[in-house]
């Protein structure tokens, strides 16, 4: 997707800063449509998987990031979900489901979805001699969940926002990455699903920044825009 791109935007490029929710793994509707049916609510998990990215990019909002925690904006997030997804109930309903989410998301984390695309791209881009490391806002999970994927060891680095204490966009979780993987700011892309989170984050460190866009929601997004990550190998000529 070559949306106010060009072609210097990718040289020099030595280190890939990558978002895991999002990017790497996705949720699995599946396992919320069948929650939601236990509660009455049948909804097919393609229609609660096209529901979710809109709600997402309605969330992102320099607004809504600037006065929210990556925790807080769950409900939010389910909420707005579940009513895209064409459930238009009582409030109380809805705030219940809502909650039923998120304990099972805390117990097993709904983020379990690796496409087949991921594995074989990670693979591309190291052999292709770049240096990547994940920059998460995440729960705590993130090592373990790499690992249960298969996907920590096709990894250089991996920052987890709970283990940190700083979450994106503060600059200094991408300056943490920095140290920690001996990149240089100047020689790394991030990539993230939040234009506020990961686009404006990674600016303000002094990274390039690209956005992961499957859906082609963020067409007036001032960065370059990805639909998948063997784009994103193509494009680094892995």
């Not at 920059?135 to 987890?160: I, K, T, W």
């Not at 940190?164 to 993987?181: H, M, N, T, V």
């Amino acid at each position: 997707m070559r949306t106010r791109d060009d072609e210097g935007f990718w040289r020099g490029v030595e280190t890939l800063f990558l978002d895991a929710g999002g990017v790497l793994m996705h949720p699995d509707w599946r396992r919320v449509a069948a929650l939601l049916a236990e509660h009455g609510q049948p909804v097919p998990a393609p229609v609660l998987e096209h529901a979710e990215a809109r709600a997402r990019r309605a969330l992102d909002s320099a607004h809504s990031i600037r006065n929210s925690s990556d925790a807080s904006r769950w409900g939010v997030y389910f909420g707005d979900t579940l009513k895209r997804a064409g459930l238009a109930l009582p409030a109380e309903r809805l705030a219940a489901l809502v909650e039923a989410l998120v304990i099972e998301h805390r117990r097993a984390s709904l983020w379990c979805h690796v496409p087949v695309e991921v594995a074989p791209a990670l693979t591309r881009l190291r052999a292709r001699g770049l240096r990547l490391v994940v920059v998460s806002n995440a729960d705590g999970r993130l090592a373990a969940l790499m690992e249960r994927f298969g996907l920590a060891a096709r990894v250089d680095h991996l920052l987890d926002s709970h283990v940190e204490g700083l979450e994106k966009p503060d600059p200094r979780f991408f300056q943490l990455a920095l140290e920690r993987s001996g990149a240089r700011p100047e020689s790394t892309v991030h990539v993230g699903d939040l234009y506020h989170v990961d686009v404006a984050g990674a600016r303000a460190a002094g990274l390039r920044a690209v956005l992961f866009d499957p859906e082609d929601l963020y067409g007036d997004a001032d960065c370059p825009r990805l639909r998948s990550l063997a784009e994103l190998a193509d494009r680094l000529g892995a």
